[in-house]
């Protein structure tokens, strides 16, 4: 998409079908746009400190990249969205940001302090589909932390 008419940019003909890479840069492409639209990358520099900054993030997967140097940037006190296909990337970044996602490259960053940090755990929140631990908190002290 171009920012100047919010019209998808010709895409190359490869001879190919598109497939879910595809998908992943079109879906991301899209988004950073819509935040660009919205002025959202400038509370990447200057202005009141993000709740959530994100810079350069990557992420592999079964050695399949997900997440392609990704900047970011979640406004103090708004309510943000986060759609797209199967696939393109949501609950990694969603584990990148609660900091129980291994990331290749990139800092991720939540209240100023780095995720999955033991100081922020007080303050954040996080339900995921599957069980998921601390690994720097042995089986007791997990199970007393989940009942607290």
Same mark, same amino acid.
């Given at each position: 998409?171009?920012?100047?008419?919010?019209? $998808?940019?010709?895409?190359?003909?490869?001879?190919?079908?598109?497939?879910?890479?595809? /998908?992943?840069?079109?879906?991301?492409? #899209?988004? *950073? +746009?819509?935040?660009?639209?919205?002025?959202?990358?400038?509370? @990447?520099?200057?202005? $009141? #400190?993000?709740?959530?900054?994100?810079?350069? @993030?990557? +992420?592999?997967?079964?050695?399949?990249?997900?997440?392609?140097? %990704?900047?970011?940037? +979640?406004?103090?006190? &708004?309510?943000?969205? %986060?759609?797209?296909? &199967?696939?393109?990337?949501?609950?990694t970044l969603l584990r990148s940001i609660v900091g129980v996602q291994?990331?290749?490259?990139?800092?991720?960053?939540? %209240?100023?302090?780095?995720?999955?940090?033991?100081?922020?755990?007080?303050?954040?929140?996080?339900? /995921?589909?599957?069980? &998921?631990?601390?690994?720097? @908190? @042995?089986?007791?002290? /997990? %199970?007393? *932390?989940? /009942?607290?």
């Open positions: 998409m171009t920012t100047a008419d919010q019209t $998808p940019a010709p895409r190359k003909k490869t001879g190919r079908r598109p497939g879910p890479a595809d /998908t992943r840069r079109t879906v991301l492409e #899209a988004a *950073r +746009v819509e935040f660009a639209a919205r002025g959202y990358e400038n509370s @990447l520099a200057g202005g $009141p #400190a993000p709740a959530i900054r994100i810079a350069g @993030l990557t +992420v592999t997967r079964g050695g399949r990249p997900v997440l392609h140097d %990704l900047d970011l940037g +979640v406004a103090t006190g &708004s309510i943000t969205g %986060l759609l797209g296909p &199967s696939g393109c990337g949501k609950t291994k990331v290749a490259a990139g800092r991720v960053e939540v %209240l100023g302090e780095p995720a999955g940090g033991a100081a922020l755990r007080h303050r954040v929140g996080y339900v /995921t589909q599957a069980p &998921s631990v601390y690994g720097d @908190l @042995l089986g007791a002290a /997990t %199970l007393r *932390r989940r /009942t607290a």
